[in-house]
């Protein structure tokens, strides 16, 4: 008997009351939606589609090309945004309902993936957690981001992933690829994620084993690269100068590791014990692999492709390498053991998988590469510059922060908000009964505690969560979330921000909706199975209160429209000390610049600036282009402007104060040297 259509009334009411707490969320006071957009770069999306529909083109300031954004969302910012012709707030109020739109996606394609394998209860649970937990909502849909339409295309490819997994033809897989070549649009760094999700679903026809230890390789093969280099420099200035080796260490390890990995047969159905003969034979594929990417490099630097090969790396690399592959192929083996063998000839296997990888990699390929070609012949950059600038920033003595130090950043704990916050909150909670010192050791063995509970839970049940996890790709997911978090915290990148971290917010809600399910199905008595209903029902009601205490916020909080009025005065103070016609620097810039009448703001930090301006600020000349296109005036924080990097080298002699708008924001008339 058919289950779905008793639940279609559930996915109904969840589409009444999302669309309808975001309604009324969208026709608050003016302040109130400002206090949405807490966030000054969505409005660099929202001023740039204001300029191309202006017909002004793909840039901030009207002056410079730029390609500082995530393209799928720029595409929807543009449809919505000619509607500022209209009203300025009214576009604002429009995306308010797309982003929820997007989430209430979100929150349906979750639930029908969820009730393949749990409990419909336990399936709505997790919708209900996407769709009106406060923690979820202020990352993924609040801020006016590209994450809501991330997290909607990355739960289309996980879901269509899995409803296709059994198909053979070729236009379902290429359909596939086109979704996964959008969810990398929506963000580019869903790359890792698409790439090792592609491995999870070309190899089906494969063993649990095959798929869990050929998606973990890509992952570690990337993995080690970075962190060889991050343990060798440790982030500080050092890695700036040698880490220019990097991508061609990772780029050739993709190309010969999985290579000399297959020919000594590490991609075999594992042995019924871990033998002796199987680490020399890992011992040996990682040492020559290594030898000839050592090899590689070295000509590379013979050929001037970088400066400096640091010897100690490749030492790094080949030992976290062997070690990681010992141990993968170990934990996989005990998860999937002999009993799972191939159902078919291995040259059929392979045969099959590359026809599934070419319909699946291609068009999302096709799509990155159309992407890049736009970026290099139109802007002048194949990558967006903003994510350059923020590498850069690391070699910097600047405000926007310092890279990574702490073990606890490396590993990206605040990449996994809905595990780091509830702690911090408990810690908060004791603390201001119990004083610091016992707060953080309570907040320890309850933490412990529950970690223990959860580790039992899945020793307990380990067989149905393996399974679980094959089924869904879950290992590929998190291999690639990684790959994505170690990007990040392992280099120089700074300035990371709370929605970068939408996937890993998606995997964490399908987590708990499996172990919910899993919980409730061992729930044999009616009592039981009532009381564990009730439960979920009256979580779910918390979170639905919850969302609605928080909306109601933003229309009445004095500190929320303060704060709106202050960004609104800002503009104000601006349009009265400079004459229309002006061009106005600030380092940031977004909500004035969408807000500002008859001026133009150029980005000083770059992050929507042009590639030109990039390259002149890293060789100390930026001020050469704001010469060139006739800056006014600077308007900003005085301690970023004249005591930072790199402003304090680019506006050196070059700024005359007008104006104090209040203890820290001044406004500087602009010297150019032809002045």
Known sequence: MNREPTWLWFQAILAVLVLGLYLWAALGPQEAVLGWYSSDDAFYYYKIARNVTDGLGVTFDGINRTNGFHPLWMLVCVAVFWLARIDLFLPLRVLMLVSAAFNLGTALLLFRLLRKYVPA???????????????????????????????????????LGVEWHAKRDVRSWALLGLVAGLAILARLDNVFVVLLFGVWFSLRPGTPYLRAVAAGDLALIFIAGLLSYYFRFDNRFEYLQNSGSLPYLIGAGFLLKPLM?????????????????????????????????????????????????????????????TAGVLILRWLAGRAWPLSSALSIREKDLWKTVFQRALGYYLPAVGLLVVYMA???????????????????????????GRPVRSLSNLLGVDAWPLCSRPVEGLRQTLESWLGADAAFLWTAVITAGIAAAIFWLVFIYRAHIVRLADNV???????????QIFSYTSTLYMHRRPWYWSGELLFSVLWIGLLTGLLLMQLKSRPGLV????????????????????????????????EARRILSEVEFLETHTPPGSLIGI?????????????????????VNSPEYFELMRNNRGA????????????????????????????????????????????????????
């Open 121 to 159: 209860e336990a399936a709505a649970f997790a919708a209900v957690l996407w769709a009106f937990l406060p923690a979820v909502q202020a990352v993924v849909v609040q801020g006016g981001m590209e994450a809501s339409v991330s997290a909607f295309f990355l739960m289309l490819l996980f879901y």
């Open 261 to 321: 990995f297959f020919v000594f047969g590490l991609y075999r159905p594992p042995e019924p014990k871990f033998s002796w003969r199987f680490v020399g034979s890992t011992l040996l594929a990682s040492t020559l692999a290594s030898a000839v990417l050592t090899a590689f490099l070295f000509g590379f630097r013979a050929l001037e492709m970088y400066r400096a090969i640091p010897r100690t790396v490749i030492l790094i690399d080949w030992a976290m390498t």
């Open 374 to 400: 736009w970026n290099h012949f139109y802007i002048g950059s194949a990558m967006p510059v903003s994510g350059q600038i923020k590498r850069w920033w690391g070699g910097l003595n600047t405000i926007y």
């Open 473 to 483: 790709g879950a290992i590929a997911i998190f291999a690639g979330l990684y790959a």
């Open 531 to 562: 009381a564990g209903r009730v439960a979920l029902a009256v979580f779910s009601l918390i979170c639905v209160i919850s969302l609605g205490a928080a909306f109601r916020n933003l229309h009445t909080s004095p500190d929320i429209h303060r």
């Open 587 to 607: 380092t940031g810039g977004g909500t004035v610049a969408y807000f500002i009448r008859e001026r133009s703001i150029v980005n000083l930090d770059g992050l």
């Open 624 to 675: 050469e282009l704001l010469d060139k296109i006739g800056l006014d005036y600077v308007y900003g924080r005085d301690y970023k402007l004249l005591n930072s990097a790199p402003y304090q080298t680019m506006f050196a002699g070059r700024l005359r104060l007008l104006e104090q708008l209040s203890s820290v924001r001044f406004l500087y008339q602009y010297i150019s040297t032809g002045n």
